[in-house]
């Protein structure tokens, strides 16, 4: 029996919405674990909710369920939709939220979330899908009921992918663009940490070059640096400061990396 969902969502923590969805998982079953992963992706961000799944999911539990929430075109004709991908299950609106897993990884199954006996209600609010069709979808999934009979079968290659310019290799230059700003204003590209290995390497852009390093500290404070994180992609950085508000930088804004 699959007996953990985690949550991803841009509710934030001010109001009751989070609250709400944990609420009806328990109304199902109140012995599922659930996980935060985390609510505070930037309201209607798909980029930066898209990034978080790629970078969760190596850490799911196998069998875990994800129900991930930051979804713009709620109460639109987006579909809901449950996909597996390995071993773990997503219930997602189909915008894109899926698309840096679905790079790496190819889905195995795919449903459309049509069949209403598994939402909370018949009648769903057109702007809390969350609460009454993913989260309740999600607890029926990690329930053990099968990824079939919460909808229709769907072909996982329509899917929706998010558009993200690509990395190119161009000679000895990898271009590529900024694809997550964490909290603490680190600017995450979209290049690899395999791209960079055992290379002397710096980040290139309008501005001049930034030197690579292995830590935040191998720069002095307030001094930029660039270097792969934890997350395995090249990032550019301010040891002790905010890279994001220092360079102006934005999602897609367009790095290389020469070396």
Known sequence: MRGIVALLSDFGLQDVYVGVMKATIAQINPQ???IDLTHDIPPQNIAAGRFCLLNA???LPSETVCVAVVDPGVGSDRRGVAVQVGDR???V???GLLSGILQQEEAIAAVQLDN?????TESPSSTFHGRDIFAPAGAHLANGVPLEAVGTAIDPRSLVRLALPPVEYVGEEIRG???YIDRFG???SNIPASAVAGKSWSVKWQGGNIASGFT???RPVGELIALVGSHGWVEVAVNGGNACDLLGWDYGFPLSVIG
């Open 216 to 218: 935040y500290s191998d």
């Open 177 to 179: 663009c900024v694809q």
């Open 89 to 91: 299950y997503f219930v």
């Open 186 to 188: 680190n600017l995450m």
């Open 93 to 95: 609106p189909d915008n």
């Open 32 to 34: 599922i674990v659930v």
């Open 116 to 120: 209403a006996q598994y939402w909370r």
């Open 57 to 59: 999911y190596p850490y």
